[in-house]
């Protein structure tokens, strides 16, 4: 039988991890074969290639080159795009994953072109229509023909969309099956000290790690001095390592807020490879953090995290794993941060299918798919 074209479509750093084990499951298949697109939405070195190098994804067949952008020029540029080699490489299936711009741009030129769909990370909803990615969300599993999803709370989010059950399956978390293939491998925090030249207060389990970069919370001056002051406030009892996006470097210098953050009990690092991420993560007292994915990877370390930001998609995380909600307001990142060193925090749990094998349940579920519409 000739092997089943499967195109995945990568554009933003936190889609590396999740594609990286779905591309190792397909390759291990003998019915389909893996196609991947990136579409270049983050093109740093820093944002793509340490991952790409790290996790052994294969480099893309196709690399669009779409850049930064508004998400109106952004999106429309990755469809423009996309659209020639979708037609060029005429595969069986389309899969995307999470829920930045490539997504749903991707999503959208494939379901007009009568490519099923697959969605890989479905059905996680924050409740917040002002979160750009909550509305890649809505409108990808709306177009999806497979949804692939991480907890069980997904289903009923999507069952009052209208989505049918059917089109649903729980498989687990990919992104924690790369976190857990990659766990040994981990690049100590002292090695990443070393390598930053970072003074002697940074040691193992006695800092917090810091990432910002939702615009909620970057993109309003108001609200980052707000939460730089607080931050500045709690580095003086633990210090901080801050791995800076390159959003959030750029808002802080043009806000002129540097000097808020410039103590030697902060340590501002480039953005990190994912290896030196996950001895960052590992090794923390604390993770203080904006990320989705974040939250999930603490919850799996058994890490406490305090999540700045109102709402979160991903609320197995609160309810089984290690995270605390506080949203921007010093007193409460304050209570949460106190109740963490003194009480060491929620302890938490592994999530259901949180186990390493999300990747392979998703490829045999696309194999019999595909076997049914033979
Ligand atoms: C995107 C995703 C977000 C995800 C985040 C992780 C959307 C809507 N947002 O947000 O869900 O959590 O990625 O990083 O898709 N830049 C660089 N180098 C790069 C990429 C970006 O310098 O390689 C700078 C550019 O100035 C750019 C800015 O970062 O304008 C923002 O990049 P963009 O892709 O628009 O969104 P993110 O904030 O990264």
């Known amino acids: 039988m000739q092997q089943a074209k499967i195109l995945c479509v990568v554009g933003a750093r936190p889609n590396f991890m999740k594609i990286a084990p779905v591309m190792a ?20 070195a820093a944002m793509k290639h340490a991952f790409f190098d790290q996790l052994g994804i294969p480099e893309p067949d196709e690399d669009l080159g779409v850049g930064s952008g508004s998400h ?13 080699v979708l037609d060029r490489e005429q595969p069986a299936l389309m899969l995307v994953v999470g829920d930045v711009n490539s997504t749903i741009a991707c999503a959208l030129v494939a ?12 059905g996680l909803r924050s409740g917040d229509r002002a979160m750009p990615e909550e509305v890649n969300r809505v409108l990808t599993d709306q177009i999806s023909d497979l949804l692939f999803i991480t907890e069980r709370e997904a289903e009923p ?18 992104m924690i099956d790369t976190l857990r293939a990659q766990l040994e491998k981990k690049i100590p925090a002292a090695t990443s000290f070393n390598d930053a030249g970072a003074d002697v207060i940074f040691q193992p389990g006695a800092y917090g790690l810091l990432t910002l970069h939702r615009p909620s919370n970057v993109d309003d001056p108001e609200v980052l001095k707000r939460l730089l002051t607080i931050l500045r406030a709690l580095s003086e009892e633990l210090p901080l390592v801050f791995p800076v996006h390159p959003r959030t470097e750029a808002k802080i210098r043009e806000t002129g807020l540097l000097n808020l953050i410039d103590s030697p009990r902060i340590l501002m690092l480039p953005p990190q490879g994912y290896l030196q991420m996950l001895g960052l993560m590992a090794e923390a007292q604390l993770v203080l953090t904006d990320s989705g994915g974040i939250q999930e990877e603490t919850t799996a370390l058994g890490v406490p995290c305090i999540t700045l930001r109102e709402n979160t998609e991903r609320p ?4 089984q794993g290690t995270n605390t909600i506080v949203g921007t307001s010093p007193e409460k990142i304050r209570a949460a941060f106190d109740d963490v060193m003194t009480g060491g925090g929620k302890a938490g749990r592994v999530p259901e299918l949180w186990d390493g094998h999300a990747a392979e349940r998703i490829v045999s579920v696309l194999e019999s798919w595909l076997a049914e519409r033979q």
């Open 111 to 122: 379901t007009k072109k009568g490519v099923p769909v697959v969605h890989v990370e479905a």
């Open 316 to 319: 197995i995380t609160v309810t």
């Open 25 to 44: 499951a397909l390759g291990a298949s003998s019915n389909l074969a893996p196609y991947l697109v990136h579409t270049g939405q983050h093109y740093d």
């Open 72 to 84: 109106a020029v952004q999106t429309a540029e990755i469809m423009r795009r996309f659209e020639p």
């Open 157 to 174: 989010n999507l069952a009052r969309e209208g989505i049918d059950g059917e089109r649903v399956h729980f498989v687990g978390n990919v």
